[in-house]
T-cell receptor, first 110, second 116 residues
Framework: KNEVEQSPQNLTAQEGEFITINCSYS?????LHWLQQHPGGGIVSLFM???GKKKHGRLIATINIQEKHSSLHITASHPRDSAVYIC????????????FGKGTKLSVKP | GAVVSQHPSWVICKSGTSVKIECRSL??????MFWYRQFPKQSLMLMAT?????????EQGVEKDKFLINHASLTLSTLTVTSAHPEDSSFYIC????????????FGPGTRLTVT
């Protein structure tokens, strides 16, 4: 049983396009992360949120607790945004119990 | 922002040997660190929780005698893969939360292990 589903799995966009990546989960969560993983493997935490909306530069993350759904938006996409974007959530009140999605591979073409 | 480093970034070893991976919090203290691994085209999975001054706790299915974890100080946790096998080849990542913070995590850059 998949507790977290991301869509789409793969996404190709042209530079400048607005991008949305979705994450749905099936259990009650404590907090949700959006992570960025570059081809070399390193992971950067983009957002951690438990309600509402957060914005950082061209990135926006939203979460709807009632609908068990979160979205990551990228405005004015750029080739350097090409990476795998992963949503992950905490459950059970534990800092370490992170359940990771399989990721969305984004390629932004110039 | 907080920084977590890992060493080495990649390692190739022969089957049967042991490999040590270090995870350091560079500008903050971490009483807890987490070790994850990621097999190709798979999700990251939590392996174990490293606790400073006490034994690590392992997730179900992870052999504690094979994956030795030592959290020797407030800034260093090590993962030793003992008697490595080709099936241990994976990407290993550590993370550390800031003390007192709720769920904020800082991830290391990862270590790619290849066992031949």
């Amino acid at each position: 049983k998949n507790e977290v589903e991301q869509s789409p799995q793969n996404l190709t966009a042209q530079e400048g396009e607005f991008i949305t990546i979705n994450c749905s989960y099936s259990v009650g969560i404590s907090a949700l992360h959006w992570l960025q993983q570059h081809p070399g493997g390193g992971i950067v935490s983009l957002f951690m949120l438990s309600s509402g909306k957060k914005k950082h530069g061209r990135l926006i993350a939203t979460i709807n607790i009632q609908e068990k759904h979160s979205s990551l938006h990228i405005t004015a996409s750029h080739p350097r945004d090409s990476a795998v974007y992963i949503c992950a959530f905490h459950y059970g009140g534990s800092q370490g119990n992170l359940i990771f999605g399989k990721g969305t591979k984004l390629s932004v073409k110039p | 922002g907080a920084v977590v480093s890992q060493h080495p970034s990649w390692v190739i070893c022969k089957s049967g040997t042991s490999v040590k991976i270090e995870c350091r919090s560079l500008d903050f203290q971490a009483t807890t660190m987490f070790w994850y691994r990621q097999f190709p085209k798979q999700s990251l999975m939590l392996m174990a929780t490293s606790n400073e001054g006490s034994k690590a706790t392992y997730e179900q299915g992870v052999e504690k005698d094979k994956f030795l974890i030592n959290h020797a100080s407030l800034t260093l946790s090590t993962l030793t893969v003992t008697s490595a096998h080709p099936e241990d080849s994976s990407f290993y990542i550590c993370s550390a939360p800031l003390a007192g913070e709720s769920y904020e995590q800082y991830f290391g850059p990862g270590t790619r292990l290849t066992v031949t």
